[in-house]
């Protein structure tokens, strides 16, 4: 999936695959630009990310160092029945 600008081609990812990959490598290195950025997109775009796709474990601890993403996490889980 991408964009073309001119000769370039621009990976484009879906909110989801933004947060999964954001949420990887958080785990690894704890950055606080990672955490600001997904707590950016989960409170603004919550609607829009498939659970499916992201660890659940790995999105608890994250919440659990981040309260502030607590309601559109629940937000998210209740939406899909978990």
């Known amino acids: 999936m991408g964009i073309t600008y001119g000769n370039h081609h621009l990976p484009f990812l879906s ?6 990959t954001k949420l990887k490598v958080w785990i690894s290195r704890r950055d606080s630009c990672d955490a600001h950025d997904m707590l950016f997109i989960l409170t ?3 609607e829009s990310i498939d659970i499916n ?3 659940e474990q790995d999105m608890d601890v994250y919440v659990k160092q981040n309260p ?3 309601s559109a996490w629940k ?4 939406r899909y029945g978990v």
């Open 53 to 55: 796709r992201i660890p």
């Open 68 to 70: 502030e993403a607590k």
């Open 75 to 78: 937000a998210i889980k209740r």
């Open 15 to 20: 909110v989801t695959e933004f947060i999964r």
């Open 44 to 46: 603004g775009y919550w």
